[in-house]
């Protein structure tokens, strides 16, 4: 990829990032208005949070910006490193990406939790985690993603 290309990488994967780190905490907010945590585990617990939210950012987090990068190369507006993909390959890789993030949140959450040994997590913390989470899974699925919608390989 020329250094056009790895710039846009650059900069989609920061608005990313950053999109994912405020929306995450502030979503949990509006969704569980008054709440002052979560328990650790079962059916409205943090680590289910957790894990739908690695299927969501990763979905959505690989999807749009791809998608958006696709129609902007498709229009002259980015130099193409090689063929670009038909639309549909890229819903499928961000299908593949949400289920390779929620399986690995899965077993590093279940690891994380069962060492922590907590009943509760208190809502600083499950914001932060939130947070957190948000910001690393755009960093790690964001730049695969626009690389696959560019046709680079």
Same mark, same amino acid.
């Given at each position: !990829? /020329? /250094?056009?290309?790895?710039?846009?990488?650059?900069?989609?994967?920061?608005?990313?990032?950053? +999109?994912?780190?405020?929306?995450?905490?502030?979503?949990?907010?509006?969704?569980?208005?008054? @709440?002052?945590?979560?328990?650790?585990?079962? %059916?409205?617990?943090?680590?289910?949070?957790?894990?739908?939210?690695?299927?969501?950012?990763?979905?959505?987090?690989?999807?749009?910006?791809?998608?958006?990068?696709?129609? %902007?190369?498709?229009?002259?507006?980015? $130099?193409?490193?090689?063929?670009?993909?038909? $639309?549909?390959?890229?819903?499928?890789?961000? +299908?593949?990406?949400?289920? @390779?993030?929620?399986?690995?949140?899965?077993?590093?959450?279940?690891?994380?939790? !069962?060492?922590?040994?907590?009943?509760?997590?208190?809502?600083?913390?499950?914001?932060?985690? %939130?947070?957190?989470?948000?910001?690393?899974?755009?960093?790690?699925?964001?730049? $695969?993603?626009?690389?696959?919608?560019?046709? @680079?390989?």
């Amino acid at each position: !990829m /020329d /250094d056009v290309l790895r710039a846009h990488v650059r900069r989609e994967t920061a608005v990313n990032i950053a +999109v994912n780190i405020v929306i995450a905490p502030l979503l949990y907010v509006v969704m569980h208005e008054g @709440a002052d945590g979560l328990p650790a585990w079962g %059916k409205d617990s943090l680590f289910v949070e957790l894990v739908t939210q690695a299927a969501s950012v990763a979905a959505f987090g690989s999807a749009i910006p791809s998608y958006v990068t696709w129609r %902007k190369a498709r229009s002259g507006g980015l $130099p193409l490193p090689g063929p670009l993909p038909a $639309p549909g390959r890229i819903i499928r890789f961000a +299908v593949l990406l949400a289920c @390779a993030a929620m399986v690995l949140v899965g077993i590093v959450g279940t690891g994380v939790f !069962m060492l922590a040994e907590t009943a509760r997590i208190d809502l600083p913390t499950v914001l932060a985690a %939130k947070a957190l989470l948000g910001g690393v899974l755009a960093a790690a699925v964001t730049p $695969p993603a626009l690389r696959h919608a560019l046709g @680079a390989r």
